[in-house]
């Protein structure tokens, strides 16, 4: 238990610096970013204290807002993200998924796929909607919600891949 | 307090999200100008339509009530204008002179309308306790409508000028030429304008305003234009046919209007009638 807190500090402060110094200066096609910090979000155990995920979801938030000087919009998505999370777990992978985490080799690839999908799609139009906060800018947050939700998908994708290949 | 605590701990997701997404939003707004002033625009826009709704509906609420002040305001002005009309000059003055004061207006709701028979009367929802007295004359918005007849405690009956054998004082505004006023029957917006001789000239669409030579209407009311007339074969009178303004046939408010000085120009003609005997 204590183990497992500690794992997810330590993931915690590395995913913020990551994004920041990292991921943040991407940049492709001049836009986009990708938000590889929901990888602590998406990873958080099924079975695992929801009230905690809520508050590691605006914590992670808000410090990627403080560390961007950006207006607040990765806060209110990644805590909307969430409290979101345990209805959508329900959508994707039925009332009582089967394993207790998207990184367990049990679950099924096409239900992983839409978890995450879904996950990414839905903080990004929050997080691009609140960004703009415009309805006039509609197009933009559009474009933008779904550059970035490819390229997240794309690269946390690869990255649970990889790290299944590697513990199996 | 149980059932409180329980409702806590079973939403207690809800009220963290609730009170993060509340920090969320404060921390953006501190953060940002741009947000500040949009959240403030969805503030003032959702505040201005909550307060519209509610005041629409309150004011649906009061209609009633609101109606009473304005017809109550409106007798305050409608008696000033009366009693300005018929003392002329004497009271520019904003503020009224009482002894100046000829006409007492009150406002009164028509509760049943006849204008289809032959003799047609109204009965008003005020009577003597109200200070209404027989012959007192009845006015709307528009023009005349009667001469109260009798009256009970809480209500009057109001002979309508649309009753055959009624005869009214009138002239024509534009030359001052008196005549009478009758109704023959038929249409309720028709009367019959008699008695005007024909060294008066008289246009189509001339208006026909209350002679104030008797004692019921104060004169100048309107009453009604000039819709045709004749001066053939009616030994030296025109025959005027009127429309009248007012519409008699949808009646709701009317003022009754008191003649103070009605007593003493009735004892006066009495007298004089007398004397010329």
Same mark, same amino acid.
């Given at each position: 238990?204590?183990?497992?807190?500690?794992?997810?500090?330590?993931?915690?402060?590395?995913?913020?610096?990551?994004?920041?110094?990292?991921?943040?200066?991407?940049?492709?096609?001049?836009?986009?970013?990708?938000?590889?910090?929901?990888?602590?979000?998406?990873?958080?155990?099924?079975?695992?204290?929801?009230?905690?995920?809520?508050?590691?979801?605006?914590?992670?938030?808000?410090?990627?807002?403080?560390?961007?000087?950006?207006?607040?919009?990765?806060?209110?998505?990644?805590?909307?993200?969430?409290?979101?999370?345990?209805?959508?777990?329900?959508?994707?992978?039925?009332?009582?998924?089967?394993?207790?985490?998207?990184?367990?080799?049990?679950?099924?690839?096409?239900?992983?796929?839409?978890?995450?999908?879904?996950?990414?799609?839905?903080?990004?139009?929050?997080?691009?909607?609140?960004?703009?906060?415009?309805?006039?800018?509609?197009?933009?947050?559009?474009?933008?919600?779904?550059?970035?939700?490819?390229?997240?998908?794309?690269?946390?994708?690869?990255?649970?891949?990889?790290?299944?290949?590697?513990?199996? | 307090?149980?059932?409180?605590?329980?409702?806590?701990?079973?939403?207690?997701?809800?009220?963290?999200?609730?009170?993060?997404?509340?920090?969320?939003?404060?921390?953006?707004?501190?953060?940002?100008?741009?947000?500040?002033?949009?959240?403030?625009?969805?503030?003032?826009?959702?505040?201005?339509?909550?307060?519209?709704?509610?005041?629409?509906?309150?004011?649906?609420?009061?209609?009633?009530?609101?109606?009473?002040?304005?017809?109550?305001?409106?007798?305050?002005?409608?008696?000033?204008?009366?009693?300005?009309?018929?003392?002329?000059?004497?009271?520019?003055?904003?503020?009224?002179?009482?002894?100046?004061?000829?006409?007492?207006?009150?406002?009164?709701?028509?509760?049943?309308?006849?204008?289809?028979?032959?003799?047609?009367?109204?009965?008003?929802?005020?009577?003597?306790?109200?200070?209404?007295?027989?012959?007192?004359?009845?006015?709307?918005?528009?023009?005349?409508?009667?001469?109260?007849?009798?009256?009970?405690?809480?209500?009057?009956?109001?002979?309508?000028?649309?009753?055959?054998? %009624?005869?009214?004082?009138?002239?024509?505004?534009?030359?001052?030429?008196?005549?009478?006023?009758?109704?023959?029957?038929?249409?309720?917006?028709?009367?019959?304008?008699?008695?005007?001789?024909?060294?008066?000239?008289?246009?189509?669409?001339?208006?026909?305003?209350?002679?104030?030579?008797?004692?019921? %209407?104060?004169?100048?009311?309107?009453?009604?234009?000039?819709?045709?007339?004749?001066?053939?074969?009616?030994?030296?009178?025109?025959?005027?046919?009127?429309?009248?303004?007012?519409?008699?046939?949808?009646?709701?408010?009317?003022?009754?209007?008191?003649?103070?000085?009605?007593?003493?120009?009735?004892?006066?003609?009495?007298?004089?009638?007398?004397?010329?005997?």
């Amino acid at each position: 238990m204590i183990q497992d807190n500690v794992k997810i500090a330590v993931q915690f402060i590395i995913f913020a610096l990551l994004q920041v110094y990292v991921f943040d200066h991407v940049n492709l096609f001049g836009f986009s970013c990708p938000a590889i910090y929901l990888f602590l979000i998406i990873s958080y155990r099924f079975e695992k204290s929801e009230f905690l995920l809520i508050l590691l979801g605006f914590m992670i938030g808000l410090i990627i807002d403080l560390l961007q000087h950006s207006s607040g919009a990765n806060t209110i998505a990644t805590l909307f993200i969430s409290f979101l999370r345990p209805f959508i777990i329900k959508f994707s992978f039925g009332i009582n998924p089967d394993s207790p985490s998207i990184m367990n080799m049990n679950t099924k690839v096409n239900n992983q796929v839409f978890y995450l999908i879904l996950m990414i799609l839905i903080h990004q139009l929050i997080l691009q909607s609140v960004a703009y906060f415009d309805m006039s800018q509609l197009f933009l947050i559009i474009r933008n919600t779904i550059v970035n939700t490819v390229l997240t998908f794309i690269i946390l994708f690869a990255g649970i891949f990889l790290f299944k290949k590697k513990s199996s | 307090m149980q059932w409180i605590l329980t409702l806590i701990i079973q939403y207690k997701n809800f009220l963290l999200f609730l009170f993060l997404l509340g920090i969320g939003i404060v921390f953006s707004s501190y953060r940002s100008t741009y947000h500040q002033n949009k959240l403030q625009k969805v503030g003032l826009v959702l505040s201005g339509s909550i307060s519209k709704s509610i005041s629409t509906s309150q004011s649906y609420l009061s209609l009633r009530e609101r109606n009473k002040k304005l017809l109550l305001e409106n007798n305050i002005l409608k008696q000033k204008l009366i009693n300005q009309s018929s003392i002329g000059t004497k009271n520019t003055k904003d503020s009224f002179d009482s002894d100046l004061v000829e006409y007492v207006v009150e406002p009164a709701y028509v509760v049943k309308n006849s204008f289809s028979k032959a003799r047609n009367i109204l009965i008003i929802d005020k009577g003597e306790l109200d200070g209404i007295k027989k012959d007192m004359s009845v006015i709307s918005s528009d023009g005349i409508v009667g001469i109260v007849k009798q009256t009970s405690d809480h209500f009057s009956s109001v002979i309508s000028i649309l009753y055959q054998d %009624f005869k009214i004082n009138a002239k024509l505004k534009n030359s001052g030429a008196f005549g009478s006023l009758s109704w023959e029957g038929g249409k309720p917006d028709e009367m019959i304008f008699s008695d005007v001789s024909v060294i008066n000239e008289v246009k189509v669409g001339d208006t026909i305003v209350s002679g104030g030579m008797s004692a019921y %209407f104060p004169k100048g009311i309107p009453i009604g234009t000039i819709k045709s007339y004749d001066n053939q074969n009616s030994g030296g009178y025109y025959s005027i046919k009127i429309k009248l303004l007012n519409n008699l046939t949808d009646l709701e408010n009317v003022y009754i209007i008191d003649n103070k000085k009605r007593s003493e120009f009735l004892d006066l003609e009495k007298t004089s009638s007398n004397d010329s005997r």
